[in-house]
């Protein structure tokens, strides 16, 4: 099956820092979502990004699918951004399974 | 607009005992139905999905079994509950229609004592 493989593991920057965070995956995808999971374990929809760029607030991304990688970017971090992010795709012909990646612990310091 | 219910949130079980977690979906007909499970610090595992109701496909050989008696209702059980058992599950939607986000519910937290 496709093997999604996130990096770096683990990130720990001060407040104010900007972080990129990477998604490799192993075949081309139909789907591809960035998710923020917050110290409760509630997983929050950041981007549905199969392709191209986007942007919210201090976040954005960009996929290129032809490539097989998405990026995350946090500019000017808070506190409140730290948690864990997944990034996870969906591909049709595997019967249309979300897979995620291992994940980015991303800890910001005051 | 469509939402997400998941219940208990927090569980505390006896290994040995049964479980049932249930996971229902507002606002849309026919969604994929999907179980993970998330070991302490670990990734997500998916564990179950469903096209359709009956429709059941397992990921992964384990002590649980899941089922979709209704549209819109996936439930979680166990027959006898494992300490490995223990973990953070999360029920999550998507449309059938394809390119679309996921959607996941607050989660259950369950405890094998």
């Known amino acids: 099956g496709i093997q999604v493989e996130q990096s770096p593991p683990d990130l720990i920057l001060q407040e104010g820092a900007n972080s990129t965070l990477r998604c490799n995956f192993s075949?081309?995808?139909?789907?591809l979502q960035w998710f923020h999971q917050n110290p409760w374990g509630q997983l929050i929809n950041l981007f549905y990004?199969?392709?191209g760029t986007k942007q919210n607030g201090r976040l954005s991304a960009t996929t290129v699918a032809t490539e097989r990688y998405s990026l995350l970017y946090i500019s000017s971090s808070q506190t409140t951004d730290s948690g864990v992010y997944f990034c996870?795709?969906?591909?049709?012909?595997?019967?249309?399974?979300?897979?995620f990646g291992s994940g980015t612990r991303l800890s910001i310091r005051p | 607009s469509q939402t997400i219910h998941q219940w208990p949130a927090t569980l505390v079980q006896p290994v040995g005992s049964p479980l049932s977690l249930e996971c229902t979906v507002e606002?849309?007909?026919?969604?994929?139905l999907y179980w993970y499970r998330q070991a302490a610090g670990r990734g997500l595992q998916l564990l179950f999905y469903?096209?359709?109701?009956?429709?059941i496909s397992s990921e992964v050989p384990q002590n649980l079994s899941a089922s979709r008696p209704q549209d819109r209702q996936f439930i979680l059980s166990s027959k006898k509950l494992l300490l490995s058992d223990s973990g953070f599950y999360l029920c999550?939607?998507?449309?059938?229609?394809?390119?679309?986000?996921?959607?996941f519910g607050q989660g259950t937290r369950l405890t094998v004592v």
């Open positions: 606002g849309t007909s026919n969604p994929n």
């Open positions: 996870a795709v969906v591909r049709y012909s595997s019967a249309s399974k979300i897979i």
């Open positions: 075949d081309s995808v139909n789907n």
């Open positions: 990004i199969p392709s």
């Open positions: 469903s096209v359709g109701i009956g429709q």
């Open positions: 999550a939607w998507d449309a059938w229609t394809g390119n679309t986000e996921a959607f």
